[in-house]
């Protein structure tokens, strides 16, 4: 039986629901639980959007039950815990990961795979670790006396979240959350991809479908690794740019060319080393297995629609490509996301290059709004 949780020592605060698909997300009052045996409740100080946050509002992934509080890519203050949080406290800085690690299971202990049984075995959902409700199997939000779902085990858009210790990550004191909320999520997810989740060779050559936060911190990966030709492609021309700026050396603008597979196969000379695909589009995908070359692999990174099927002749893998995926470029929350904000504080990441602009909770629509217009990079809820 789902309860709406523990009425002592709740808090309120202001979240960011989705009541409805397709409809304006809506700002309201809601009640947090305290945080339950291996709980962590968390003082939310930024959050940043992502496109999943879009998908979600749109309705794209069939596994998110109604009504849910939105966000995924949060940071903040350890604000209590709960009985046997042993890796965190109050008071500590923390990130909020959509993708736990229970350091328990068979993923969790090899280098191979970050994707957590814990999770996938409690809920049999088309993306495993994707958690709804709270560690404990209850909900942790209420709004107007309705119990609320989490949005992938996170909820950042609330001022106050109650998650599981097991997805949240203790970082730095000296971080600057407002910034570094990026690596939470977006960053990750693309650096990963081209850093962590393949082996990527001086000089191999290299495209990223899709240039938004995502794809532009795995172009950032792909020239750390000093790939010798980096493609950037996208449906925008406006991301010529940044694209650039990033450190692609080519760019192409999909609409613009007749065949984009001959064009890629001509300008690598025989077809890419790797195809990352940073957007959740099932043509984007097919022509990035139609673009690599013998040995080549693709990543998909982008997650499609969950009806959606890709078309690929098997006949293509004879030849040693590989398809492959990731999510969070592959890492271990808890060992590698550390590491990541310790690169940053070095100043070894250009993350603020990439936060384009902030909002207040309130402009939430504003901001969805924006990142569909393509007016913006990565943006960042500031509560
Ligand atoms: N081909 C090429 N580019 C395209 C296409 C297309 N068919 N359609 C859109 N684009 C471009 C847009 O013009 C834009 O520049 C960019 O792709 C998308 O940018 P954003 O900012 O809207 O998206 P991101 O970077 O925040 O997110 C991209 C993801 C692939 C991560 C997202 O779509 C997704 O699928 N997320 C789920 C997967 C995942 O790992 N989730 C957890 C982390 S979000
Ligand atoms: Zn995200």
């Not at 199997?137 to 209420?142: T, V």
């Not at 962590?196 to 938004?212: E, F």
């Not at 004879?318 to 990541?340: F, M, Q, S, V, W």
């Amino acid at each position: 039986m789902l309860s709406a949780g523990n009425s002592k020592n709740r808090l309120s605060c202001k979240a960011a629901i989705v009541w409805e698909y397709n409809k304006p997300v809506s700002i309201e009052t809601i009640e947090v639980d305290p945080p339950g045996p291996f709980e962590v409740r968390v003082k939310v100080v930024a959050a940043g959007l992502c496109h999943s946050d879009y998908s979600a509002v749109k309705g794209y992934y069939s596994y998110q039950p109604l009504p849910f509080v939105l966000g995924h890519e949060g940071a903040g203050i350890v604000e209590s815990v709960g009985e046997g949080v042993t890796t965190v406290k109050t008071g500590d800085k923390v990130f909020a990961m959509f993708l736990p690690q229970c350091q328990k299971c068979e993923n969790c202990m090899t280098r191979n795979c970050n994707v957590c049984f814990d999770i996938e075995r409690k809920e049999k959902q088309v993306i495993p670790s994707i958690r709804t409700l709270g560690y404990d199997g209850n909900f942790k939000f209420e709004c107007q006396g309705k119990p609320l779902y989490h949005f992938v085990g996170s909820s950042a858009f609330s001022e106050y979240i109650t998650i599981a210790e097991n997805s949240c990550v203790k970082v730095d004191p000296q971080t600057p959350l407002e910034s570094a909320v990026i690596l939470s999520c977006g960053f990750s997810t693309g650096y990963g991809s081209s850093t962590n989740a393949v082996d990527i060779q001086p000089g191999n050559s290299v495209a990223v479908w899709g240039l938004g936060g995502v794809g532009l911190a795995s172009v950032i990966g792909c020239k750390h690794k000093l790939a010798g030709q980096i493609v950037g492609i996208d449906i925008n021309k406006d991301k010529e740019e940044i694209a650039r700026k990033m450190g692609c050396t080519d760019f192409l603008c999909l609409g613009e060319l007749d065949n984009p597979v001959e064009t890629i196969i001509k300008l690598t000379n025989g077809g890419l080393h790797f195809a990352l695909v940073c957007i959740g589009n099932v043509q984007a995908m097919e022509m990035a297995v139609l673009s690599i070359r013998p040995g080549g692999i693709v990543v998909i990174v982008g997650v499609a629609p969950d009806t959606s099927l890709m078309n690929v002749s098997p006949a293509l893998m004879l030849a040693g490509r590989t398809i492959k995926g990731c999510l969070l470029g592959n890492y271990k929350i808890h060992e590698d996301i550390p590491k990541l904000v310790d690169m940053y504080l070095s100043g070894r990441l250009p993350i603020q290059d990439m936060i384009t602009k902030t909002y207040k909770l309130e402009e939430i629509n504003d901001a969805l709004d924006a990142m569909k217009a393509g007016e913006i990079i990565r943006s960042v809820i500031l509560m």
